[in-house]
């Protein structure tokens, strides 16, 4: 069976609902990705969830929910001295803050049993991790798990590394831009946003983004401008700029980078080609950020779904 593997951290997730009230749920960016990918892959794919968890209520809740999603759970290990993180999203004019309360989150122990996370990584198609996957770990944990990722590249799958820099998670810039950069040397597929490398490394424009993350060995990068256009280089081909339609309103962008990753693994995943792939990304990310929340079932247009 082809299979979509997703790896870092589910948390918690409490969302705004009006008058001071919040909903629960569970919710974080490579699993949102993952949820999104289950929607939109057919039936015979498997998506997957690699994560650690606590064996309390709310974790048992948290991987029951996965499971319920359609999402593969067998990849999570459970750890019995922690459990798993929680955040609370603020919202102002449909742009999103967080507040996070992840000190004994057992996500953080993701990289520690190196046999655990190759057999987790073995065998899949494509292979989807963040920024945040990174940041949370120790730094000799993100030379581990990079190693297994560079393994189960050289093995034949895909990786996607989407950068999605959380500043408050990591020591210092130069940790940053050393985590990024090892993550993107692993990877076959980079999703930046020049807001952040402009920040981080001071990007004059996308063209300096594609060429160190090419230079790295990415051979497809599809660099994101908020509501702006992307721009999507593959090696061999140059670059090419996709603009997305406009959205008549924006509610909440809390999963629109997540989304946009599900729908372009999707789309390659289906043998279509990279500029498909990624216009019908943007379409699924201008859906999700019409509504609240991370998860928004009504996004999907068309997709073999559950």
């Known amino acids: 069976m082809s299979s979509v593997l997703a790896l870092g951290e589910c948390m918690v997730e409490l969302a705004p609902t009006g008058g001071g009230l919040y909903r629960r749920g569970f919710a974080g960016d490579t699993f949102n990705t993952a949820w999104y990918a289950r929607r939109l892959l057919p039936a015979d794919w498997s998506v997957a969830y690699a994560s650690c968890v606590g064996t309390d209520a709310v974790s048992r809740e948290m991987v029951d929910f996965m499971a319920a999603e359609g999402i593969d759970t067998a990849p999570i290990r459970r750890l019995p001295d922690r459990t798993v993180g929680l955040y609370m999203i603020a919202l102002a004019g449909g742009e999103r803050s967080f507040s996070y309360w992840r000190g004994q989150s057992a996500a953080r122990a993701l990289a520690d049993d190196p046999d655990w996370l190759d057999a987790a ?27 297994a990722l560079a393994c189960a590249r050289a093995a034949g799958a895909r990786v996607v590394f989407d950068t999605n820099l959380r500043p408050r998670l990591w020591e210092d810039e130069d940790a940053m831009r050393a985590g990024l950069t090892l993550g993107a040397s692993v990877a076959d597929i980079v999703l930046p946003s020049f807001d952040e490398e402009t920040a981080l490394f001071g990007d004059a424009d996308p063209a300096a983004t594609i060429a160190r993350y090419g230079g790295l060995g990415a051979g497809l990068v599809a660099v994101k401008q908020g509501a702006g256009p992307v721009v999507l280089w593959q090696a061999g081909g140059g670059a090419t700029t996709l603009t997305p339609a406009p959205v008549p309103r924006v509610v909440d962008t809390t999963a629109a980078g997540d989304s946009f990753a599900a729908g372009l693994i999707a789309g390659l995943a289906q043998a279509q080609s990279p500029r498909e792939a990624a216009a019908a990304a943007m379409a699924l990310a201008g859906r999700v950020i019409r509504a609240p929340g991370a998860l928004v079932r009504g996004a999907i247009e068309g997709g073999a779904a559950r």
């Open 121 to 147: 990584l073995s065998g899949r198609n494509f292979i989807h991790f963040s920024g945040i996957s990174l940041a949370i770990l120790r730094p000799d944990s993100r030379e581990r798990l990079c190693d």
